[in-house]
């Protein structure tokens, strides 16, 4: 069965910590995609991973694809990275993401 | 517009009847989904188009889902006899073969 799964499903965090989400999957796939959901429920892509790593501003995504994992890492964090962060992936070219059940993440000032 | 919009944003209806829900994806975007967020679960696929071909309709849970894509842009889902558990999120994304998925705001939808 081809599954997403992520871990931890819920992450408190106080502000300024490390911040590490992680995602595992089942097959091969052709691009991992890191998506962030705000409490309004609007749905923004943060990465499209394929291979190694990525960097933007405080958010960082790898991927290892012999071992199928990928991480979102948010250093310094803030209240403002609350939100639910999606880990999802493409098995092959312009076919449909299938999706982790997110995780919430709660950061406190 | 610049991103994908949907419409409407909300709708509450009653059990049993029909819905239409909106989507304009961007333009040139030759691929479009929809996709369900129930409450406290995670998204699931619904349909997918890509450009001429047929659609994926693997995802739609059950044969009063159906979808149409016209002219290769705006995008109607039809509920129709809608029942208590269709209530969710609706939401549609498309990209231009870059594989970046652009994401709706999505339809808020309420089955009393």
């Known amino acids: 069965k081809n599954e997403v799964e992520q871990s931890p499903q819920n992450l408190t965090a106080q502000e300024g910590e490390f911040i590490t989400i992680n995602c595992s999957y089942s097959?091969?796939?052709?691009?991992l995609h890191w998506l962030q959901q705000h409490p309004g429920g609007g749905i923004v892509s943060l990465f499209m991973?394929?291979?190694g790593k990525k960097k933007h501003g405080r958010l960082i995504a790898t991927i290892n694809i012999q071992e199928k994992h990928s991480s979102l890492h948010i250093t310094a964090s803030h209240p403002r990275d609350s939100a639910v962060y999606i880990c999802?992936?493409?098995?092959?070219?312009?076919?449909?993401?299938?999706f982790g059940k997110g995780t919430r993440l709660s950061v406190i000032a | 517009g610049a991103g994908v919009s949907q419409s409407p944003s909300n709708k509450v209806t009653e059990k049993g009847k029909d819905v239409e829900l909106r989507c304009d994806p961007i333009?040139?975007?030759?691929?479009l989904y929809w996709y369900r967020q129930s409450l406290g679960q995670g998204l699931e696929f619904l349909i997918y188009?890509?450009?001429?071909?047929?659609?994926?309709k693997s995802g739609l849970p059950s044969d009063r889902f159906s979808a149409e894509r016209t002219g290769g842009s705006v995008s109607t889902l039809t509920i129709q006899r809608t029942q208590q558990e269709d209530s969710a999120v609706y939401l549609c994304?498309?990209?231009?073969?870059?594989?970046?998925?652009?994401f709706g705001p999505g339809t808020r939808l309420l089955v009393l």
């Open positions: 999802a992936v493409r098995y092959s070219g312009n076919t449909p993401l299938v």
């Open positions: 097959v091969g796939i052709s691009a």
């Open positions: 991973l394929s291979s």
């Open positions: 333009s040139g975007h030759t691929a």
């Open positions: 188009f890509q450009g001429n071909s047929a659609p994926d």
């Open positions: 994304a498309s990209d231009g073969g870059q594989e970046t998925q652009y």
